[in-house]
């Protein structure tokens, strides 16, 4: 597994070196009022401190690379993932984060084994000075995703939402229709029904690239073999 830095600079294809995803990942570990904020909502409904894996520090670097128009995200939940892209919007001070969320009230059974806290709305961990570039959207992805992918092209794109194949194939081949020639596709628990790999066989590539249950390819990588080739020789799944 490559480490959360090749994972950047490996699917952005050398835009990006790893020492530009250490700055952006040491940026965000040491955003104390971020952090400081985020926990104490997190204790005030969970009880226990956020916890800030991986994949918060990949969302946010690459959101500070890119400086990305248009996010789009499925799957809410507590909102720590929006959070982390909201901040890194903040920073740029640019663009708009789109989330859609069918509200886990009682737990979806596929997406996530636990609720939302009594009373709270997805998203909830998201600090009110990170909203104003926030579009929320409740209710299921398959109704949702099409039209606002239709409204203007994405840049990011990233499933969290109900992981069965059917689903994560619909928001996959949704996305990468409508998005930039060199948006990003991501997707966590990537490897529920080999998904992700059915997506990208279908556009003829064999590999893509992973770090722990994230994975992610730029659209441009699909295009012609040249940039397959490349692809191909920077990342093997087992
Ligand atoms: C794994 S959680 C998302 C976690 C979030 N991305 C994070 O990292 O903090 C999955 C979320 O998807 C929502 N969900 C499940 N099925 C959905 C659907 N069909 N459309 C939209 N959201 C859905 C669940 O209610 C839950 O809030």
Redesign the pocket.
């Known amino acids: 597994m490559p480490s959360a830095e090749e994972f950047i600079v490996e699917l952005l294809g050398g835009v990006a070196t790893i020492q530009d995803a250490r700055h952006f990942f040491d940026e965000l570990g040491n955003n104390s009022d971020f952090i400081a904020e985020t926990n104490e909502l997190s204790m005030a409904h969970r009880g226990v401190p956020a916890v800030f894996a991986g994949?918060s520090k990949i969302h946010y670097a690459l959101t500070r690379i890119l400086r990305p128009k248009v996010i789009v995200?499925?799957?809410?939940?507590?909102?720590?993932?929006?959070a982390c892209w909201l901040l890194a919007l903040d920073k740029n001070d640019h663009g708009e984060l789109v989330s859609?969320?069918?509200?886990?009230t009682v737990a979806?059974i596929?997406?996530?084994h636990t609720s939302?806290p009594k009373g709270q709305e997805?998203g909830w961990i998201i600090a009110d000075s990170l909203r104003a570039r926030h579009r929320l959207l409740l209710?299921?992805?398959?109704e949702?995703l099409p039209p606002i992918l239709s409204e203007s092209p994405v840049d990011i794109f990233f499933h969290?939402?109900?992981h069965t194949e059917d689903?994560m194939l619909f928001e996959y081949r949704a996305a990468y229709e409508q998005m930039q020639a060199d948006g990003l596709i991501l997707s966590?628990d990537y490897r529920a029904y080999d998904s992700f790999s059915k997506f990208a066989r279908g556009l003829g590539l064999e590999t893509f690239v992973s770090y722990d249950g994230l994975a992610g390819l730029r659209k441009s990588s699909g295009m012609g073999r040249g940039t397959r080739k490349a692809i191909e020789c920077r990342h093997r799944e087992p």
Do not use: Q, Y
């Open positions: 994949w995200e499925t799957g809410v939940f507590d909102g720590l993932s929006s859609i969320d069918l509200p886990a979806v596929d997406s996530i939302l997805p209710g299921d992805a398959r949702l969290d939402s109900l689903h966590d």
